[in-house]
């Protein structure tokens, strides 16, 4: 790696760390972006300077968050890693997973005793119509004429403010 | 805690671990969405049967998120933490972190080595997807909280 890649590979692990990500994850989603193959575990670990099985553990976290895909190779037997196929799609449908399944939380929390307190209860409605305006919203820009952010836009539904 | 509410902080919990952030980070936020007063370190470690130095660090990225806010009681000198209520913020500081992230990634597109085409369309690509979800972003915090906010 020349020393621009390199630049970004560490501020990809230093992003990920300031949301509370591990950092060798980030370093690692940045390492697979800027490469034109997919890589085994070795070259992996050698490229970032960590061990063998901190790039597994770290890997199979992408993996498991969807934006890292593991692919064989034909009379090899390693595992090697690439960046999912169609990711900016595949990263909006993780969003939307992501809201949808924090809209469902927040309307369950209402029938908890906790929510019988009007300050509660306006906190859980608030938070649930501006996960779901979100989801909705990201829905259409990524499913409307021309696809991913073609601007394709309708009103959030919802009073958040 | 009523049993309702201890199964909505675990769920919480486990929806922060889905996206690889500690689950306790989630069931502070979870705890502190059910609270009406602050609460202080020692009360949080408490309900939560974890220790004061977790609690800290949690607390402190999701104050970092604009989700919590840190508070004080008069002739009280601890710390203490309410789920924060301003939902333009979060939206703002997230507005934040995907501008940050295009960013990044058109660096990433510019840096890539003329012999790695697909590396340098996927890093356009998701550049171009940021973009458009950092305006989206933006048109929603106008449209929610008023021209001041976008």
């Given at each position: 790696m020349d020393g621009r890649t390199q630049d970004v590979v560490e501020r990809m692990g230093l992003f990920f760390e300031r949301d509370g990500l591990s950092r060798i994850a980030g370093r690692l989603l940045g390492h697979l972006l800027l490469s034109e193959t997919p890589r085994s575990l070795d070259e992996l670990a050698e490229a970032l300077q960590v061990s063998k099985s901190s790039v597994s553990i770290n890997v199979r976290l992408l993996e498991r968050m969807g934006t890292v895909e593991r692919v064989t190779i034909p009379g090899d037997r390693r595992d090697y890693y690439r960046i999912a196929a169609d990711l900016p799609r595949r990263v909006s449908g993780m969003w939307r997973e992501r809201l949808a399944t924090a809209h469902d939380l927040l309307e369950d929390a209402l029938d908890t005793p906790a929510a019988e307190t009007s300050a509660v209860r306006r906190r859980l409605v608030r938070g649930a119509a501006l996960v779901e305006g979100l989801a909705e919203a990201l829905e259409d820009a990524m499913d409307?004429?021309?696809?991913?952010?073609?601007?394709?836009r309708r009103d959030g539904s919802g009073t958040v403010a | 805690m009523t049993p309702a509410e201890e199964q909505f902080v675990e769920r919480f919990g486990r929806h922060f671990e889905a996206d690889g952030v500690p689950r306790i980070g989630g069931r502070l936020y979870g705890y502190l969405l059910l609270q009406t007063e602050p609460r202080s370190l020692d009360e949080l470690a408490d309900a939560l049967h974890v220790s004061k130095a977790s609690i800290s660090t949690n607390a402190r990225l999701l104050v970092q998120w604009g989700l919590v806010e840190r508070a004080t009681r008069p002739g009280d000198r601890r710390d203490f933490y309410a789920a924060a209520d301003d939902l333009a913020g979060v939206l703002q500081l997230r507005l934040q972190r995907v501008r940050a992230m295009t960013d990044l990634l058109g660096t990433g597109a510019d840096a890539v080595p003329a012999d790695r085409p697909d590396a340098a369309h996927r890093l356009t690509e998701m550049a171009r997807f940021h973009a458009a979800a950092a305006e989206l972003l933006e048109d929603l915090l106008e449209r929610w909280f008023g021209p001041d906010a976008g």
């Open positions: 409307g004429p021309g696809g991913v952010g073609s601007g394709s | -």
